[in-house]
Each structure stands twice: as structure tokens, then as C-alpha cells.
């Protein structure tokens, strides 16, 4: 048999030749040669990947089933803008995080081995702290939206993956529920604790208050206010009262300097001059009346006649007066000075007035000298009176709104506990799984095919990039610089032609018997399914 490749003449100087300067169209034909001669090998390296990927995928590779409950948070109800800002519904805002926590706890996976089977062997502590592991591994707990949260369970069991699902989801609930009652019970009680030490101060804070404010009358609310403006007052007032005092003495005084140029008794007229100034009098009207009435009007008549009465009296008297021994006529008796007695009451008056004023002086002197001392009574406990009233206002303002939010957290709690805040709900419950999941048979054969049949062609390709053998005439001449006379093909001789016949029956055979076993075992999956 001819040989179908020649080895490169090796000359000095010269680079060794390689396939890597083949062109695609020379290196197919190379490839199939080499397949042909190495069918066999090369088919059964496909046929042992292809059936050990098929036992692998049916015997080796578990099934896994995968069982999910959804639960919908709904926390908005109708009843919460009714009691907004009454009462705090209690939300979680990561509920996937508060699922974790509440699942992946002890108690929740306890309850889930025992759902499953798992203590009906009675396990050891340390055989169940590695199962708890185990369960908390093949559980995952997702939140697709703000207000689901997902729990899926993988086993190789669907019965058991179905059950454990549903148990967590309704120890779920019923420890978010548990857990939102407990945190408002808690909630109010922490606020109620508080009421009640806050109480206790503000109790505490009022006796003192009340105290101090007893044992000084003084120390009152506003009570500065109210001296500095009495203060005030009695100043203005004290002013005044000096300056109607000032007054009443100068008055006194310029009534006295009066009193004393006049004379107590004035004396009496004699008769005549009396009856004279009568008679001017009476003239006087008597012309007045003329001026607009006649002789005969009877006013103008009695006046007449009460002038010749006091002609005749004053005759009289002129005669009296004038007869031997007569006596100088006087009135009856003296009279006192009229001016000299308004005098002295206006003095005495004057002198009242001014001792009163004097006494008004005193007192509202005595009124500023004790006002003054409550002031400074007053700026003495001021400080200790602010304290006392600040922190009275403090307490009582921390007081009022701590029973304000107990009474909230009152409200919330009642809201929680009947479900009224936070509603758990199942969205879509677990059911049991028909298919497994992950990595199926389909999937895990068809790999294996692949990699069956990538397998020896990467092989193949192999051999004949790291082959030094001349597989090209080009090559010769392209490396050697000499010219190529003619290239002489390979024959193979009949028994060769058999063997190669018999190669290409077996892989065949090998490659049917393959595709047979696969088909078979597909249709016992689908029929089985």
C-alpha cells in the first residue's frame, strides 16, 4: 500500500513544514481521510460519551421537584383612611427579609421535618441541625413584587416537596400575623410603661409646684407683671398726691396771708344813710320806669309812693337827729365781716384738704415701699418658680402625648388583632409538581450527543494540526524552492478495501444502535410521564 502522506525533506536552514498553512479547502479533504481511517476508534468514542451521558441522566442525576405557595401582603384596606392618623397599621416594608426570618427559623423548620417524615426515624440533635441545613438550602423565598412573597421547596420527592411548601406557607402566616399582634401588644405596652413614669413625674413636678407656690403667696404666675405695673401706678400716683399737696399748701398759705388783712366785725350804717341809699334806689327805678311808662302806670305809682315813705322816714330821722340830746342813730346790733368769715372757711378748708392729701401721701408711700418689697420677693423666687414651671410644662406636654399614642397604638392593636392592618393572603397555592425541574433527561442526552460527536471531530482536528507530515504538495515546494515533477495517489489493495467496508458497517451499526437506545428510552419517558 502506498503511503498517502511523505515525510518532508529535511534540509538545513530550512522551516519544518505545518498543516496551520493549509487552506480550508485542503484541510477537508485531509479531515475526512483521517476520519475514514480512524472510524472505528472515533465511533466508539462517540457511542461510550452517548450512553454514558444516558445512564448518567437517567440513573445518576436526581429528579427534582419543585413545589411554590404565593402569599399576598395587602395592607391597604378601607379602613385605614378612616383612621389615618388615629392609628398605624403595621406593615413590613422588606417581607421577603421577614419571611427568611421567620422560615429559615428553627421552629418553622422543626415543624417542616416533621411534615415531611424526617423524625418518624427519631434522628440524632446533630443529624436534624443537618437536615434543618439542608431544608433552609433547597428553600428560596423570592418577593416578585412589593407586595408578594414567593416560597418554593425543592425535593426529590413532589408529594413531600408539596406538603412542606404548604406548611410554609401557613406557618408563614401564622406567624406574621403573630408576629404583627405581638409587636403592637408590645408596642402599647412600652407606650403604657411610659404613660405611667411620666405620670408619676408629673404628679411629682405639680406637688412641688404647688408646694413652693403655698409656701411663697408671691411666687404666682404673672406676678412680676403685675408688681411692676402696680409699681407704676403707685409712683404716678405718689406724684400726683406731692403735687396736690404743693398745691394745697401754697393755697393755704395765700388764704392766711388774706385772713390776715381783714377785720373780724365791720361796722353799722347810721339809719340815715340807709334811708339814703334806699332813696337812690328807689329814684333810680322810678326814672328807669318813666323811660318807657307814664305817670299814671301803677309801678311808676308805688314807686312814687315808697319814694315819699323814705322822704318822710329820712325827715324823720333828720329831726330826730337834730332835737336836743338826740343820740347819733346806729343799727341794732353789729355784724360780723362777711369776707373775714368766707376767709377762714376757705382756710379751714385749705388746711383739710391739705392734711388729707399729706395722709393720702403717706399711705401711698408706705403702699410703694411694700410693693417694692414684694417685687424683690418676687425677682428672688422668679428662678426657682421657672423651673419648677418648666418642668411641670414638660412633663405635662410629654405626658398628653404619650397618652395620645397609647390610645393609637390602643386602635392599632385592635386593628391587628383582627386582621385588620396587615391582610395575609394566599395568592396562588402550592400544588403538587407533575414534572421535575432544573436539568432534564432531554437536556442532559442532547448535551451528551453534542459533546459525543464534538469529541472525536476535535480529535480528529488535533492529529492532523500536530502531525509533521507533508499532507500537501504546495507545501513542498513552497518550503524546499523546488520544482514538483508529479505526485503519485494511493491505491488501497482489496483486503484493505474489506477492512474498511467492515470499519464502516461496525460504526455504522454503533451509531444505529445508539440512535435506537435513545429513541427507546424517550419513549418510555413520554409514556411513563
Known sequence: ???????????????????????????????????????VPLVS??????????????????????????????????????????????GVADRAGMARQIVYGRKVLSAAMAVGGWLDENPSALEQDRLMEDIRNRTLIESPRPELVQISYRDRDPERA???????GAMFMSEAAAAKGRESREAYEF?????????????????NLQEYQSRNVDAQPGSAADATSRIGALRTQLEQTRMALLEHESRESSIEAQ?????????????????RTRL??????????????TEQHPDVVRLRHQIDDINRMLADERSRRESPGGARGLSDEAQANPLYQELRSQLAQARR??????????????????ELDRSRRIAASEGALAELTRDYEVNREIYQDLLRRRENARVSMGLDQENRGLTLRVQDPATMPLRPTGLRFMHIAAAGLLVAIALPLALVLAVVRLDPRVRSPHLIVKHTQLPLLTTVPAYPTPGERRREYASMALAIAMVGSVVLVYVFTYAYKVVAA
Not at 57 to 68: D, E, K, Q
Not at 259 to 275: H, I, K, P
Open 162 to 168: 408539596f406538603r412542606i411548601t404548604e406548611a410554609f
Open 353 to 370: 384738704e391739705t392734711a388729707a392729701t399729706r395722709s393720702r401721701l403717706q399711705i401711698a408711700q408706705s403702699l410703694l415701699d411694700d
Open 45 to 90: 468514542i462517540f457511542t461510550a460519551i452517548a450512553l454514558l451521558t444516558l445512564v448518567v441522566g437517567l440513573f445518576v442525576i436526581p429528579r427534582i421537584y419543585t413545589a411554590s405557595v404565593t402569599i399576598l401582603a395587602q395592607d391597604s384596606d378601607i379602613i385605614q383612611p378612616l383612621l389615618e392618623g388615629r392609628a398605624v397599621p403595621t
Open 191 to 207: 407606650i403604657d410603661s411610659k404613660v405611667q413614669e411620666y405620670h408619676a413625674k408629673l404628679s411629682s413636678a405639680e406637688g
Open 280 to 293: 337812690i334806689e328807689l329814684q333810680s327805678e322810678h326814672d328807669r320806669l318813666l323811660l318807657a311808662y
Open 1 to 39: 500500500m502506498a503511503s498517502n502522506a511523505l515525510a518532508a525533506p529535511r534540509r538545513p536552514g530550512l522551516p519544518q513544514p505545518s498543516t496551520s498553512e493549509l487552506t480550508p479547502n485542503e484541510l477537508l479533504p485531509i479531515l475526512l481521510r483521517e476520519v475514514r481511517t480512524r472510524i
Open 259 to 275: 385772713l390776715s388783712g381783714e377785720s373780724a366785725v365791720t361796722a353799722v350804717q347810721t339809719r340815715e344813710g340807709l334811708y
